[in-house]
């Protein structure tokens, strides 16, 4: 495989890496830096409300903090206000 390096900030990074001498190639620098990195795992929302989907993150705000609820668009505030 070929890997072509375009963005010269990547490649001055390589090259600091590798100037450490902590890596034996630039082989040896990607293979640790893919080990060290998470892996994504895709994520289906499908069918989800946001409710579902926001779920995970509830405990890292203060009660009340965050409204899940669904807010009306500023055009259907101004339908029913004028009704």
Known sequence: MT?????????????????????????????????????LQPHSRDGQSLDQVF????????DGELDFSRNPSPRAWLICRNR
């Open 55 to 62: 779920a995970a993150v509830r405990g890292l705000f203060a």
């Open 3 to 39: 890997i072509e390096v375009h963005q010269p900030e990547l490649e001055a990074l390589i090259q600091r890496r590798m100037a450490t001498g902590d890596f034996l190639s630039v082989e040896d620098l990607l293979l640790k830096a893919l080990e060290a990195s998470p892996v």
